[in-house]
């Protein structure tokens, strides 16, 4: 079976004559229709494979009023997104998902100055859907982007707004206090956290889960410094914490990377981990597998947020119903240096 113009692209008019079948037909085989027979189904996507016929992409956007394109947002700045081994698992989720299917994804590295350009983007028309992740305090404006397309967080959003979003995150709270018992359970009694931004969900609520262990456990919670989720934020809470408190036995990072900046500090004091001071973290990456010594920390499914974020927007794009918060579990790998 042959295309009638040799040379030239076969049409939606020539697979239907070679199904048997009404132009309509094979325009709702195309477009995922249910209303069609399984035999007409099969007619047509044979045509189709013998035709070598592709459809006409721009045609099928105007028809479903689709782009067939997503955008993920980091509202960060590049420095960041490139040296965080965080949003590479998450990206490596959305996109491992994505590919089995016809959506492409749009990378936005929303800073701050961009917000309005960015937003505006996001409601021309340029993509049938959102993903969020890493995003602050001034999160109204993301959560405020669901009146117009779906939208789905990773992480709570911290808003007003953001109780009526859709969203996949972890029991940071739990986590961080689990982990947090760790260092109690050693004899830790003078236990430092470095926390993560006080503009971040995922900040505060480690935060929380800190205070937490340290309440149940009549311990004070007077030691707290914050830093920004970078090696550089992670030296530079160390060094003040330690100048506020040299009897320090214990430290809680909120991040793998802000726990390596403070080992660093900690070895410039003479202070080695576990023997003088426990240190424990949050994310099982390369940050804390392979720092000296590798660090007691949170794993949280990274790989999976990813793609569980995907699942729940292209359900909302198609008008599914699923369930507004998304919760992943955490477990804590153990490896001595608490």
């Keep these: 079976m042959t295309p009638e113009s040799p040379g030239s692209a076969p049409t939606l008019e020539q697979v239907a004559k070679a199904a048997g079948v009404s132009r309509s037909t094979v325009s709702r085989v195309i477009n995922d229709s249910p209303k069609v027979t399984p035999e007409a189904l099969a007619a047509v996507k044979k045509a189709i494979d013998e035709l070598g016929y592709v459809p006409n992409r721009a045609a099928r956007i105007l028809a479903s009023r689709r782009t067939q394109s997503i955008a993920l947002v980091i509202p960060e700045n590049t420095a960041r997104f490139f040296a965080d081994p965080y949003f590479a698992t998450v990206v490596q989720g959305i996109a491992m998902y994505l590919s089995d ?8 590295i929303a800073a ?27 999160d109204r404006s993301y959560t405020e982007l669901a009146r117009s397309i779906p939208v789905v967080f990773g992480g709570r959003p911290m808003s007003q707004e953001g109780s009526r979003a859709y969203y996949i995150d972890v029991d940071n709270v739990e986590a961080a206090r689990n982990v947090t018992r760790k260092l109690i359970e050693k ?27 340290l309440d149940a456990a009549g311990i004070p919670t007077d030691l707290v410094e914050h830093g920004d989720f970078s090696p550089a934020g992670g030296e530079a809470a160390m060094r003040r914490l330690l100048a506020r408190d040299e009897s320090i036995d214990g430290v809680f990072a909120a991040s793998s990377l802000m726990a390596q900046g403070a080992l ?49 927007l292209l359900h909302l794009i198609d008008g599914g119903t699923v369930s507004q918060i998304t919760m992943m579990p955490t477990r804590i790998i153990e490896r001595g240096s608490e």
């Design 264 to 312: 660093n500090v900690l070895r410039s004091h003479g202070k080695a981990v576990p023997h003088d001071l426990g240190l424990v973290t949050f994310d099982n990456d390369y940050a804390a597998q392979s720092s000296s010594p590798p660090l007691t920390t949170v794993e949280q499914p990274t790989v999976e947020q990813g793609r569980r974020m995907v699942d729940v």
């Design 187 to 213: 004899g830790r009694r003078r236990i430092a956290t470095i926390a993560g931004p006080a503009d971040m969900s995922a900040g505060l609520d480690r935060l929380e889960g800190w205070t937490q262990a």
């Design 101 to 108: 299917t016809d959506y492409t994804l749009s990378l936005v």
């Design 112 to 138: 701050e100055k961009d917000g309005e350009k960015t937003r505006r983007y996001l409601q021309a028309g340029n993509v049938d859907g959102a993903l969020i992740l890493s995003h602050h305090s001034d």
